[in-house]
């Protein structure tokens, strides 16, 4: 009895450790990517996973991570980032352990095999996760207390490519939203002279825009 409790105790501490690790590493180190960000906290997971294996690593990853999405303000990715993590996880240790037993080079595999994973399921989570058609429909029942919209890195497609977003923007217009447009970003996707709709804007007005905002919703 005494044994599994000492056992449990240093699981649990290695977890909690590998997880604040996680989190300071994804909070802390970062770069943010339109609706999402990148990080160094998969740097930990994996070194988790390697020093921990799959059962322990898993969890430490998972909560590290989307304890991250919810101090940073992606609430909404908490539950997919917990299980995209936990199973990049899975995969790392399943090539090292199974695959190649447990060499560092089989680590390293499972950590390009675990990352390329996340790519993929982070991708298809944005695709299920964000209409922004239906996001934009949406945004009239939110009355008075909507008063702008930015569009900001690939976001400016939907002010200059016809089709229910750009018909949904003009919507909001007309009744009085302010529609911000990055120039900066028009013109990298070239597209300045196409934008149907709102005003060509510079990051000193988005900037400003966000810091006056009560509340700001990322699609």
Partial sequence: MQQSK??????ITFTAVMAALVFVFTFTFKIPLGTGYTHLGDMMIFLAAWLLGGKKAAPAAGLGACLADLALGYAAWMAPTFIIKCL???????????????????????AVAGGAFQIGAYTLAKVL????????????????????????????????????ALE?????????????????????????????????????????????????IRP
């Fill in 6 to 11: 000492k056992v449990n105790v240093r699981y």
């Fill in 88 to 110: 990049a996880v899975a995969i790392c240790c399943l090539i090292a352990e199974k695959a190649m037993h447990r060499s560092l080079l089989g680590y390293g595999v499972g």
């Fill in 129 to 164: 996760m964000y209409d922004k058609t239906y996001v934009l429909t949406t945004l009239p029942e939110l009355g008075s207390h909507l008063w702008r919209v930015i569009l900001i890195n690939g976001g400016v497609t939907l002010a200059a490519t016809p089709g229910p």
């Fill in 168 to 216: 949904a923007l003009q919507r909001l217009a007309a009744d009085g939203v302010s529609v911000l447009v990055c120039g900066t970003c028009l013109t990298h996707y070239g597209l300045l002279e196409a934008k149907a709709v709102g005003e060509t804007s510079n990051m000193l007005d988005i900037v400003t825009s966000l810091d006056l905002a009560d509340k700001i």
